[in-house]
């Protein structure tokens, strides 16, 4: 049991990009890489955001 999801980037092109969860979702992100991490986790007062799916901190393996 660990005490983040896990993201890993599993594709990406000039649109966005297509992630895998730890808890078992893939989700694709498109948006422009100066706006950043623009997708439905929201980030906390401390930065943090969470997976919508299952709730843990997320934490982002972009290395494909
Ligand atoms: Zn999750």
Redesign the pocket.
Known sequence: MTAT?VYRKVAQDGYGADWK???GYEIRMEAPIDVGFGFAPKPTDDGRKF?G??G?PIELKEKL
């Open positions: 999801c969860t730890d808890c997976c799916f299952c843990k």
